[in-house]
């Protein structure tokens, strides 16, 4: 099947550069705010509600980019699960094995401790572990966290997200209609709720490439560089207003409730985070126009080393909460001493940034083996992958 595999819906390096910043950036706030908590005995101040900004980036991020992999790719259903699979499965058994290695010695260490600030999440280890890896873990609002690993819910919504993608995109007629429906039913109103901001991440995909090519994207690219320097002047100036208009909204957001049949459908879903997803995306989508006009070599020293950091990403928003945790219990974390905390979570940071790289080489094992139990040698695809979260 080759549906659209032309060379116009691919980015140019500049906007897989302010992508690859993104992600990253995303990744960091959420390791940020995590070590920021109190629970954390960090001492340091508290990000708010900081990381409830980065997953709707993560949602429309990622959306953006299944989006460009199966328009600008040979795909058929099975090769697109495949690559899916190795993608998540090559982080996630890591981050399960670690999970469960940092649970077990938390209970060793200080057990009273460790059942005072997660003992509620902490029972039924096999069925937590079970759903989670299934991805199972958020249908109808159950909310199954994997122990320690905190961060592992949001794959709960994007993973189901990925599989109603490929039955969209690749079937056809009444088998499409009943497989998502099915599909659905299985998950919940909760994470189909959410679906939107995902599915966000593809039109403004569609959209960026529709209109970049085009007069008006230029009056888009100007308008934007008019907001942020009349903005920026203002802020300097001491009025804000301007430059954080779009960050209002979110503010606006957080004061609807839904209510009556509404609430009981959506259950935990809040307002805040369909409007982050809703800013992020514009505002990223206006950064793709802006790259556009800048132009960097892929081999340029800056794009290598920003793609290598931007590689830990996934791991980084993984991986890092088991081991806070064991960092808490264990005592290494301790307010008293601000530094050591510090040269901890960098440590911690550095360490998921290397790992990736052993993980990217389980993922294309994983791949290989898959394909060429499954696929036909003939119908494989030779492509490589812009990888994300």
Request: glycine share 8%; aromatic share 14%; proline share 4%.
């Amino acid at each position: 099947m080759t549906p659209y595999g032309a060379s116009k819906y691919k980015l140019n390096d500049s906007a897989s550069l302010l992508l690859d910043i993104v992600r990253f950036s995303a990744a960091i706030v959420v390791f940020c705010y995590h070590f920021a908590q109190p629970i954390s005995q960090t001492g340091v101040r508290s990000w708010g509600a900081a990381g409830e900004y980065a997953v709707p980036v993560f949602f429309v991020l990622s959306g953006f980019v299944i989006r460009f992999v199966t328009l600008s790719r040979e795909h058929s259903l099975k090769e697109y699960l495949i690559d899916r699979a190795s993608r998540i499965y090559s982080v996630t058994i890591p981050a399960v094995v670690l999970t469960l290695v940092c649970y077990l010695l938390c209970l060793a260490i200080n057990r009273e401790l460790y059942n005072s600030i997660w003992g509620d999440v902490s029972n039924h280890v096999p069925i937590r572990v079970l759903v989670n890896l299934l991805f199972l873990s958020q249908a109808w609002g159950h909310g199954f966290t994997l122990l320690i690993d905190s961060p592992f819910w949001s794959l709960g919504y994007e993973i189901p997200y990925y599989i109603i993608y490929g039955l969209v995109f690749y079937l056809r007629g009444v088998r499409r209609v009943v497989a998502v429906v099915i599909w659905l039913l299985l998950l919940g109103p909760q994470v189909a709720t959410l679906l939107s901001i995902w599915w966000l991440g593809c039109w403004i995909y569609d959209f960026y490439i529709w209109i970049r090519g085009r007069f008006s994207a230029n009056i888009l690219r100007i308008a934007a560089l008019l907001w942020a320097a009349v903005g920026g002047a203002l802020w300097v100036a001491g009025r804000p207003g301007v430059l954080w208009f779009p960050f209002s909204l979110v503010g606006a957001a957080r004061t609807i409730e839904l209510g009556g049949a509404l609430h009981l459908l959506t259950g935990n879903i809040n307002t805040r985070f369909l409007a982050v997803g809703v800013v992020s995306g514009v505002l990223m989508f206006l950064g793709l126009l802006l790259s556009d006009w800048v132009h960097i070599p892929r081999e340029h020293w800056l794009m290598l080393r920003v793609r290598r950091i931007a590689d830990g990403t996934f791991s980084i928003y993984l991986l890092h909460y088991p081991l806070f945790a064991l960092a808490i219990v264990s005592g290494t974390f301790s307010r008293d001493v601000p530094g050591r905390n510090i040269a901890v979570a960098t440590g911690i940071c550095a360490l998921l940034i290397w790992a990736s790289k052993p993980m990217d080489d389980l993922k294309k094992v994983m791949r290989r083996r898959l394909r060429s139990a499954f696929i036909p040698a003939s119908k494989v695809a030779s492509s490589s992958e812009l990888t994300v979260r």
